[in-house]
Structure formats: C-alpha cells, structure tokens
C-alpha cells in the first residue's frame, strides 16, 4: 500500500496501483511497480503501513497518519473494547454451531437405527454423548467469563504439543486453541495420527 502525501499532510491511502495525475502530469499506474521508492517520494508518493487494532475484540475509532521520511504510518486513537456480554452471546452460538456440525456427521446412523435398522456402534454413539457433554461445558465456562482479558484467553488458550518426528524424536511446539471450536472428545472415526504424542495445557 501506498499514501500520497503533500505539504507533509496525507491526501489519500492508495490500496492498489491506479492512474495518478500529479500536477499537471498524468501518471500511469505502472509508476507504482516501476519506480523506485526516491523516485515515488519525488512524487509524493510513500509506502504505507498501518498499526492494525484487533476488529474482534475492538472498535478500531479514527484513524491519525504519521509522516515519517521513507513512510507513512497510520494509527487508530483511542480504540474502544467491544462489548463482552456481546462477544460471549457469539461464543456460546459458534459452541453450538460447532458441536452440531460434528453431529450432523453421524446422524444418518442415528436415523437408520430409530428406523429399525442397524444400530449405531457403541463407540460411535459414546463420541456423539461426549461432544454433547463437552459443549454443555463450554457453555458453562463461557458464561463464566468475567472480562475482555478471560474472552481472549479462552479463545486463544496455549497448550504444548508434543509430536514425534520420522527418527521417533520427540519435539514439542505451543499451539494456541480456540476453546469455543477445539473439542477434545477422541473421535473413533478420524484418522490416526502417527505423530502425534501429546496436547497439554500450559
């Protein structure tokens, strides 16, 4: 990205290379992929970059321009928390949606046993009884959320993942899981995982 700047002020934020007239020189776009950074700056052409504000847990308020010598930055004052009650009325609905997709998965079996056919195996059916349980509890914790600091947290809960490499070496990473979407009950259809060891939380 880039801003076109004069007397030091920003005129504009350009998002992609378009026609410019400067002037009374009209510029084709071009100029943005064939210029050097001097040659744009001549022009009053900067780079661009801008602070981001995290949308999902923020409004972003307005945004202020920095002119510096090689770029402008923009920077949004005084951003404003969102509304927690908010946020956790969308947490318990994406719970929801969430456990039910992994559901629907197995219903037709749920169907055709009701209908007199084939029951549903026991280890099927003892999964479908987990994910209901652990979204009840999902439900629970999220009412249980205080605060914006417990919101992001809960959706962004670190865990040390342990795998194991082809030479059978273990090594570990940090993984941030989404509680609200992550659903830990063993699902006896998936596939396995030769490497995987281990997910604890930190």
């Not at 700047?5 to 920003?10: E, L």
């Not at 308020?61 to 930055?73: L, P």
Request: net charge negative.
């Amino acid at each position: 990205m880039w801003s076109q700047v004069s007397n030091n002020k920003v005129d504009r934020v350009i998002s992609h290379p378009i026609s410019l007239t400067i002037g009374d020189i009209q510029y084709p776009k071009v100029i943005f992929t064939r210029f050097t950074k001097a040659e744009l700056k001549n022009l009053g052409i900067y780079p661009y970059r801008e602070i981001p504000v995290n949308t999902r847990y923020q409004h972003s308020g307005t945004i202020s321009y920095e002119v510096k010598s090689d770029e402008v930055v923009g920077s949004y004052a005084s951003p404003t928390d969102r509304d927690v009650a908010t946020l956790k009325t969308m947490m318990l609905d994406t719970v929801k949606q969430t456990a039910s997709s992994l559901l629907a998965r197995d219903d037709w079996m749920s169907i055709r046993e009701l209908d007199g056919g084939t029951a549903m195996p026991d280890n099927v059916d003892a999964y479908r009884t987990a994910i209901r349980e652990e979204s009840n509890d999902k439900e629970t914790a999220i009412k249980a959320l205080s605060d914006l600091d417990a919101v992001k947290l809960y959706e962004a809960t670190p865990y040390t993942e342990t795998r194991e490499n082809d030479d059978g070496e273990e090594y570990e990473s940090e993984r941030h899981l989404n509680l609200a979407t992550h659903y830990f009950a063993e699902d006896p259809l998936a596939e396995d995982d030769p490497s995987f060891v281990s997910l604890v939380k930190k």
